[in-house]
């Protein structure tokens, strides 16, 4: 009895558990050199987690906009309680870092064999800023919610964003520096408490409405008022939705698409959570047919070696059991 539900709760992987305790550290820093982000980044947060109970040595790698800090821990230590030590260290930390660095981020638990699924979508109508938009906001929060999930990492795509492309000769010609536009921009689609106003019985609190938010409206903002003349926004750039400068890309069967892995959380069952994925993913198919996306389900799926393995190791304590009882016939007589 004890064997059977043994059996029946264990959990499947390719891998056993061999990696050590370990916490990993991504700080993002946009600008900002490999020496540079060795020396501001990396080495404020190796000095801050010093001295942390459990912590047995740490490795780093700096590379142009990226710090990445790996925490190895006590092997008998509680993981959880360790990632809660050292997210309390970090937590003061990022007033210390230079301006235009991100929060230092502990990256969520992963199992050894952490890839449970691969897919990726592509499509000849669809430009990849569409494909990347229908990921980030419907695909990746859809399959975040799946239990064992513990983040998609997302490869190719362009990511959508609103561009103000400045034409430096009109810039010149309306005597604007780079300084007064950036500072116009950003206080234009800013938006702020607006504070309340009140009576003898009542509070009206206030909001500000009309931001702008689109490319048109943009395009009619103020920068400069003077009374002989009004200088917009769009007289002195091109304003447009277009991709952000991209870091990487990814190709499918050799045409540009966008591939997904969906990474799994530590001590999760990889079928459990593989088919549960893919039932979410069905969900999607309607969406897919009708906007003509290819949507490539098995990129690299490790359930099937999982299943496989489990399908010939029944098969072969089957063929084992079979022989046992020929050897005890032929040598039993019975």
């Known amino acids: 009895m004890y064997g059977s539900y043994r ?3 264990a959990g499947l992987d390719i891998f056993p558990e061999f990696v050590p305790k370990q916490i990993i550290i991504q700080t993002e820093s946009p600008g900002f050199s490999a020496e540079q982000v060795e020396i501001l980044v990396t080495q404020p947060i190796e000095l801050s987690l010093s001295g942390l109970m459990g912590l047995q040595f740490t490795r780093s790698e700096s590379i142009q906009g990226l710090s990445i800090v790996t925490a190895i821990f006590d092997e008998h230590s509680d993981i959880y309680r360790n990632r809660q030590l050292l997210t309390e260290r ?4 990022s007033s210390q870092l230079p301006k235009g660095v991100h929060t230092p981020i502990p990256v969520p638990l992963t199992s050894s064999s952490a890839t449970v699924l691969t897919i990726g979508l592509s499509s000849t109508d669809k430009d990849l800023m569409h494909l990347r938009s ?5 695909l990746v929060p859809r399959l975040l919610s799946v239990h064992g999930v513990a983040y998609v990492n997302i490869f190719g795509g362009d990511i959508k964003q609103v561009q103000i492309q400045l034409d430096p ?3 010149q010609y309306d005597n604007i520096s780079f300084t007064e536009v950036i500072d116009a921009a950003s206080k234009i689609g800013k938006i702020q408490g607006s504070g309340f106003i009140e ?7 206030l909001q500000v409405t009309g931001l702008a938010s689109t490319p048109e409206q943009l395009r009619k903002s103020i920068i400069k008022h003077s009374n002989e003349s009004t200088l917009l926004l769009g007289d002195i750039a091109n304003i447009q939705y277009a991709a952000e400068p991209a870091i990487g890309a990814a190709q499918i069967m050799g045409k540009p698409g966008i591939v997904m892995m ?11 959570v593989s088919d549960a994925v893919e039932q979410a993913l069905t969900e999607f198919e309607p969406l897919f047919a009708e906007q003509g996306i290819d949507f ?23 063929l084992g059991g079979l022989f046992v009882l020929i050897i005890l016939y032929l040598f039993l007589y019975n």
């Open 199 to 205: 009576n003898s019985n009542q509070r009206f609190t």
């Open 90 to 93: 970090l937590s003061g930390l």
């Open 169 to 171: 000769v009109k810039l």
């Open 7 to 9: 059996f029946a709760n």
């Open 134 to 138: 229908l990921v980030d906001t419907m």
């Open 262 to 272: 969906v990474i799994g959380q530590y001590n999760a069952n990889t079928l459990t």
């Open 296 to 318: 490539h389900a098995h990129l690299f799926k490790p359930a099937d070696y999982i299943k496989t393995s489990v399908s010939n190791l029944s098969s072969h304590l089957l």
